[in-house]
């Protein structure tokens, strides 16, 4: 088998190797693939690869690392990187510098699976017969849990399994004494949740007084200098997006901003937003990044551009409003204003759709680690089989035993 593993190569957070922190999945894929005699290959910018072979020891052919350049990718684009981010959630059909150099790259390597880390409609149409398999952290409750990583067949933010099954996942049949079970593992996670942070209990205070006996819905931010937030969204700033998310919330309800822990808002412009929309209710800074998926156990909805949070949101039951394009728009509504009668899962819902995120859709970092062969496995069965989806639907390994294991807790950290 042949992989090619595909790092976003433009720049953002203006740092060239940024995405060199995905090299923990990229080394993982390496280590599982050329574990079994196979070979593998990454795509990406010439930054990431120059630092990709300095950790390899430099001693790996040129064609082991294929290279693209950052500004020639944009240059299609007037070099505005918010139209080519639009662009990779389009049909991916015009040509550019990307495209002939994706062609170029197949010709060459000729793979059997393609992985991917982010949403790229020009690497879905490149390899458009090719499968792709996408690599990122599990949208499951984090709350100081191990990491976790999801794989998922069909796509990115648009075409994933989450999307495309989502009636089927969330209608899996369980026996009624694994959901039960399961929702007394959903409770003890967030019953322990103030032993992993310990200022949860402050910052639930806080939130009480901010909802002056309104509905709470958390406004979950995500930090703007991504593909995600420039592609997925309107492109307004994030200070705009919250003030028109909570001008948009109904009667009853106020809307209380949380951040990316890499990303927040500075006090003056909380105060001059509060100031303009009343609805708006900003929590001390001490308790306004980290703490999302905590204090939606406190919250009565949920608003996000993306972010895996709406997963959280709707396994507890909560009313989620998704405003960008996602995979989670296959489950709730697209406007605040609606949020009121945005549909909730039932519990049956809910511990149908966490059975399936926990068994073959989601997997300890550490144990694939300790073991490539299992994500080897994973890998041959998306460049196998015609149609892998069923193969991750097959629910037959999974118990509640299982998904106990992608809850187990961490020493408790200071997310402060």
Not at 127 to 145: K, M
Not at 388 to 396: I, L
Request: hydrophobic share 40%; charged share 20%.
């Amino acid at each position: 088998m042949r992989v090619l593993f595909f790092l976003e190569p433009v720049i953002f957070h203006l740092t060239p190797d940024f995405l060199s922190c995905h090299f923990i999945w990229t080394d993982l894929a390496r280590r599982a693939t050329t574990g079994r005699g196979d070979v593998f290959a990454l795509a990406a910018n010439t930054e990431v690869c120059e630092r990709w072979r300095a950790l390899r020891g430099g001693g790996e052919s040129d064609r082991d690392c294929f290279p693209l350049d950052s500004f020639k990718v944009l240059s299609t684009f007037d070099h505005k990187r918010a139209d080519y981010s639009k662009a990779l959630y389009g049909a991916g059909d015009s040509a550019n510098y990307l495209t002939r150099e994706l062609v170029q790259i197949r010709r060459e390597f000729r793979p059997d699976l393609v992985m991917a880390t982010s949403q790229s409609s020009f690497l879905r149409h490149v390899f458009s017969d090719v499968p792709i398999l996408s690599v990122e952290q599990a949208p499951l409750p984090r709350l100081g849990q191990p990491f976790r990583t999801a794989y998922d067949p069909g796509g990115h933010q648009t075409g994933s399994m989450l999307e495309t099954h989502a009636q089927r996942i969330k209608s899996l049949p369980l026996p009624a004494g694994d959901s039960l079970r399961l929702q007394e593992l959903l409770a003890s996670t967030y019953r322990r949740s103030l032993e992993i942070h310990p200022h949860l209990a402050d910052a639930e205070a806080e939130l009480d007084k901010a909802r002056q006996g309104a509905k709470v819905a958390i406004l979950a931010t995500q930090p703007p200098d991504w593909v995600t937030y420039e592609g997925a969204g309107t492109g307004a700033e994030v200070e705009n997006m919250l003030y028109e998310w909570a001008q948009r919330l109904p009667e009853g309800w106020v809307g209380v901003p949380t951040y990316h822990p890499v990303h927040r808002l500075s006090v003056e412009m909380e105060t001059v937003l509060a100031r303009s929309c009343p609805r708006l209710r900003f929590l001390p800074q001490a308790f306004t990044q980290g703490l999302t998926e905590p204090l939606l156990a406190h919250a009565e909805g949920l608003v996000t551009l993306s972010s895996s949070s709406a997963m959280t949101a709707l396994l507890l039951g909560k009313r989620v409003v998704v405003t960008g394009r996602s995979p989670f728009n296959a489950w709730c509504i697209d406007d605040p204003a609606g949020i009121a009668d945005a549909p909730v899962l039932n519990a049956r819902e809910a511990m149908s759709t966490l059975a399936f995120l926990s068994s073959r859709y989601s997997h300890l970092h550490d144990a694939h680690v300790a073991d490539p062969d299992k994500l080897y496995e994973l890998m041959r069965a998306v460049a196998s089989l015609s149609d892998p989806a069923e193969w991750f639907m097959d629910m037959s390994e999974w118990s509640v035993e299982r998904a106990s294991l992608l809850f187990e807790a961490q020493q408790p950290v200071c997310l402060r």
